[in-house]
């Protein structure tokens, strides 16, 4: 686990960010039972955290991609992250909603996007993958160039990232599951003898918890 990953999994934990709760599972929205949850816009209300994340964010994009045009964040949960990188990057900021709006111009893509343009991508969280590729997916049609993506924390699904592998998309997070685990247990988050169930959901979170019905 390197520096970068260990600071934030621990900011997480810190914040209730990410909450691991073995004995008591959360369902998350796809009916799926989860000893963890994640809503990393919490972040947003820390300062300080806010500003180490956004750099860490920063350090990421310049430490592997080169001729960036545009910043795009994923809406609704990546759209201050990525305006403020923006901003601090002193680049042109654009957002990419979940469908097409109903009203209006119909647009997915909120901002000016000239053809051609690399693109680097801004997410809060990875699960499956599906919502953020579908997003890098349109900026792709609509003319632009996804040379990446950056995000603050993963579940590390091997699902996730044999997608992201198909898709031909470059995935960089600033944490993981598995560092989150570690460092929990380093801090007496959880127990030792949680770690096998932990890992378990981890390899199989459509169906981890049904036995128990």
């Known amino acids: 686990m390197n520096t970068i990953e260990k600071n934030v999994a621990k900011d997480l934990l810190e914040i209730k960010a990410v909450q691991l709760s073995p004995d008591k599972p959360f369902t998350w929205a796809s009916g799926w039972k989860s000893p963890i949850y994640c809503d990393n816009r919490k972040i947003l209300s820390y300062p300080v955290m806010r500003t180490q994340i956004c750099k860490y964010i920063i350090k990421t994009i310049k430490q592997h991609f080169e001729d960036i045009d545009i910043i795009a964040g994923v809406a609704t949960g990546a759209i201050a992250f990525g305006a403020i990188v923006a901003d601090q990057m002193n680049k042109p900021f654009i957002y990419i909603r979940p469908k ?3 009203h209006g111009t119909g647009a997915r893509i909120e901002g000016e996007m000239p053809k051609g ?4 991508i801004i997410e809060d969280l990875i699960s499956t993958g599906m919502s953020s590729l579908s997003a890098a997916d349109c900026v792709n049609k609509s003319g632009g160039n996804v040379v990446g993506m950056v995000a603050i924390f993963s579940y590390n699904f091997p699902k996730a ?3 992201f592998e ?10 993981n599951y598995d560092s989150l685990v570690e460092e929990a247990l380093a801090t007496d ?3 030792q003898e949680d770690i096998e169930m932990l890992k378990d959901w981890r390899f199989k979170p459509d169906t981890w918890g049904n036995d128990n019905d």
């Open 100 to 102: 097409a709006k109903d």
């Open 117 to 120: 343009s690399n693109i680097i």
């Open 161 to 163: 990232r044999r997608a």
């Open 166 to 175: 198909n898709a031909d998309v470059e995935l960089h997070t600033l944490s």
């Open 189 to 191: 988050y959880i127990r």
